[in-house]
């Protein structure tokens, strides 16, 4: 049983972070309806029922499901996604390079698979705005735009910027493509090869320094470029074809990006697991030290590519999540919480930048359910966490060990003092907690056991009340002496 002691006095403050650190995605195919991982099952959530394997890469169709467009006027989902603060927002995914921005209301000519109307896109500009977001995309570069013996040309991103300026917000930020380095899913050209997207890249990156040169240049966008080990993200790529890796992508690049951006999933949901099994945690290893390691894993081993190519640059994953392939059975449950916790916690003790949670409310990852927007057990701990822990990050002083993931952060209401998350990600042992002072606590516990979809703040259900009234995010009042953090509970403690 772990016995740690928190301070409060002469702390090492390790950075200060962005305070937009904790930002999400809405898929390019959210904004314009279209094909996306099909929901679990009642049963498969609950971990009651398997989900059925499929027996190769070719029955992907038979795992995604039609869903309309993201209703982005919905009150309830600009009320809850306002109630984050400021935030970046990044429309993007697979699914955008293959979009033709229809804002003329012509239709959609050959060699695209789908469509962004002018309305959807006005629509979206306002959900951002009204949010207070910030506005990161990628543009299309697919067989309809250009051939792969073509050059890349602006014809379309032109359009999408033109019409986000009139709107009165140009895009903030812009990567060229989504996951370049895996070829053949991503949506290029036929027969497009490394040289092609070097050339255009290079294209691309000119194009927006001589027109928009406020919107900061984010890349390369990477997935799958470090190596974790046999049970990880590696090996994710592979599965769908990468043939290139971050070197290859940024070797010789004249315009580099300003921020460097990679993918980060801790593996690869059940969705994919026959197929990739090398790639897949099973849901009893979710709170384990392996698991729980490898977005720290992968932010270190990001370090050295964003120091090489963006020097002093920020780190931003412009995707992350539990699992590639929608998330796992138990994404949208409580168990899911200690893993997006640890990994705010973990990155900021590493670098500063942003981490954009895929997704706002698609797919079973979504911080809201994709249908009535109601909110996940993920999104309280998301809004916890933005509420409480300020941009400040200290050394704990506290090794990462089984039961004790703690992590240190200034207070957000900028009152003197700081803040403390302790994550006990034991199944059978407390966690003795030493405080120097009183504090305040606020424990997060799965309602029903740790595949609950509800989760409980000091023994309330996380709830949305009438008028879609928040419930209480209120704390308790605790003595100085010792206090008992349950297995499997996250703790916040404002000292």
């Not at 250009?146 to 300026?165: D, G, T, V």
């Not at 294209?203 to 470029?225: A, M, Q, R, S």
């Not at 974790?228 to 090996?235: Q, V």
């Not at 200690?338 to 916690?345: A, C, P, Q, Y």
Request: hydrophobic share 40%; aromatic share 10%.
């Amino acid at each position: 049983m772990p016995h740690i002691k928190l301070e409060n006095q002469n702390l090492e403050v390790l950075r200060t972070v962005d305070q937009r650190l904790m930002s999400y995605n809405v898929e390019m195919t959210e904004v314009t309806g279209g094909t996306f991982w099909k929901a679990y099952t009642p049963g498969q959530i609950d971990g009651t029922e398997q989900f059925p394997p499929i027996t190769g890469m070719h029955e992907m169709a038979n795992l995604m499901q039609w869903y309309d467009p993201i209703r982005s006027t919905d009150p309830r989902l600009i009320k809850l996604a306002k109630e984050f603060g400021p935030v970046w927002v990044r429309v993007s995914g697979t699914w955008a390079t293959k979009t033709y921005y229809d804002f003329d209301g012509k239709g959609m000519p050959a060699g695209y698979q789908s469509s962004l109307t002018r309305q959807q896109w006005v629509n979206l500009i306002n959900f951002v705005d009204a949010v207070g977001g910030k506005l990161l995309i990628s543009v299309a570069n697919c067989e309809g735009l250009h051939s792969a013996e073509e050059p890349w040309n602006p014809s379309e991103a032109e359009k999408i910027f033109a019409l986000s300026k009139e709107l009165g917000h140009p895009i903030d930020a812009v990567e060229f493509t989504n996951e370049p380095n895996m070829f053949v899913v991503t949506g290029f050209p036929a027969g497009y090869k490394l040289e092609h997207y070097i050339r255009d890249q290079e294209l691309f990156h000119t194009w927006v320094k001589e027109n928009y040169p406020d919107t900061i240049l984010v890349g390369p966008c990477t997935v799958d470029t470090m190596k974790m080990g046999d049970m990880s993200a590696a090996g994710v790529g592979a599965a769908f074809g990468t043939t290139c890796s971050t070197d290859d992508l940024l070797t010789g690049a004249v315009i580099m990006p300003q921020v460097f951006s990679y993918h980060y999933y801790n593996g690869i949901s059940e969705r994919l697991a026959a197929v990739m099994p090398q790639a897949h945690w099973p849901a009893e290893m979710a709170t384990s030290e392996p698991y729980l390691a490898m977005a720290g894993l992968a932010a270190k081993g990001a370090v050295p590519y964003r120091d090489k190519y963006v020097p002093g640059g920020q780190m931003w994953v412009t995707e992350s999540g539990d699992a590639g392939g929608g998330g796992d059975t138990w994404a949208s449950t409580y168990l899911d919480v200690l893993r997006t916790l640890n990994e705010l916690g973990e990155f900021c003790t590493i670098t500063d930048g942003v981490i954009f949670h895929n997704t706002l409310a698609s797919s079973d990852y979504g911080f809201l359910d994709h249908h009535d927007y109601s909110p996940r057990p993920n999104y309280f701990a998301a809004l916890l966490w933005t509420r409480l822990m300020g941009h400040t990050v200290y050394n704990s002083g506290i090794a990462i060990q089984e039961g004790a993931h703690v992590f240190c952060h200034s207070r957000k209401d900028g009152k003197e003092g700081c803040v403390y998350l302790v994550i006990n990600n034991s199944k059978t042992d407390a966690t003795t907690v030493e405080l120097p002072k009183e504090a305040v606590r606020y424990t997060l516990a799965g309602k029903d056991g740790m595949r609950s979809r509800v989760m409980t703040l000091n023994g309330r259900d996380l709830v949305l009340g009438e008028n879609d009234e928040l419930p209480c995010l209120c704390g308790e009042e605790v003595a100085a002496g010792t206090v008992q953090v349950a297995p499997g509970n996250c703790v916040f403690f404002v000292l």
